[in-house]
């Protein structure tokens, strides 16, 4: 099956800077590969996604990259903000419509 | 708005107790998964269907069963608590088995404590 790995598992960064964070995944038939934001105590909320046929999506302050050759996706915030604080999960689906998720980033904005 | 709604928030059982968690959501989805999330290992599958009646086992089966009667509603059982399922448990909701590719609907999750 699908194996996501997801780094770092905590990211602390000042209000204002970006944040990156990479994942990896090894079935190359993946083809869908969505990003998660799960605030504490709250559900986890799809908040970009982007498709093997795509090298890049952007959405206001958020962009996530595709490279299928090397199999890695990662997710970019710029400008953070402390509401951007919480914890990030990369998916990622294949052929059984399945997503395996990577382990999760803790993500800390200090202001 | 899509609804995934999970019956209980917080719950508390004893070890060898038979526990149900239950999971209902309003939009007409086919997909409903099973997962629990620990900390360090992110979200991790259980079990999942694509149709009443309908069950596949996920990565971590062992100790859990399902039930799905009703298109709406997505069953978790644990026949006989043990103290290694204390845990968060999410429930989670998609359209259609094949076609575009949406991402889940999560609930809010049950944090389930085994004693």
Request: aromatic content about 12%; hydrophobic content about 30%.
């Amino acid at each position: 099956g699908e194996n996501v790995e997801q780094h770092p598992s905590t990211l602390s960064v000042q209000e204002g800077d970006s944040a990156v964070i990479k994942c990896t995944y090894s079935d190359s038939a993946s083809n869908y590969f969505p990003w998660y934001k799960q605030e504490l105590g709250k559900r986890p909320q799809l908040i970009i996604d982007i498709r093997s046929n795509v090298g890049e999506k952007k959405d206001q302050r958020i962009a996530v990259t595709l490279n299928k050759t090397a199999k890695h996706f990662s997710l970019h915030i710029t400008e953070t903000q402390p509401e951007d604080s919480a914890v990030y999960f990369c998916a990622a689906r294949s052929n059984d419509y399945k997503l395996s998720f990577g382990a999760g980033t803790t993500v800390t904005v200090r202001a | 708005d899509v609804k995934v709604t999970q019956s209980s928030r917080y719950l508390v059982k004893r070890t060898g107790e038979k526990v149900f968690l239950e999971c209902v959501q309003d939009m007409d989805h086919e997909n409903m998964f099973w997962y629990r999330q620990d900390p360090g290992l992110g979200l991790r599958l259980i079990y999942f269907s694509y149709d009443v009646k309908m069950k596949e086992k996920g990565d971590i089966p062992e100790g859990y069963s399902v039930s799905r009667e009703k298109k709406e509603r997505f069953s978790l059982i644990l026949e006989s608590a043990s103290t290694n399922q204390t845990s968060m448990y999410l429930c989670a909701s998609s359209p259609i088995h094949r076609g575009p590719f949406y991402g889940y609907t999560f609930g809010s999750g049950t944090r389930l404590t085994v004693v």
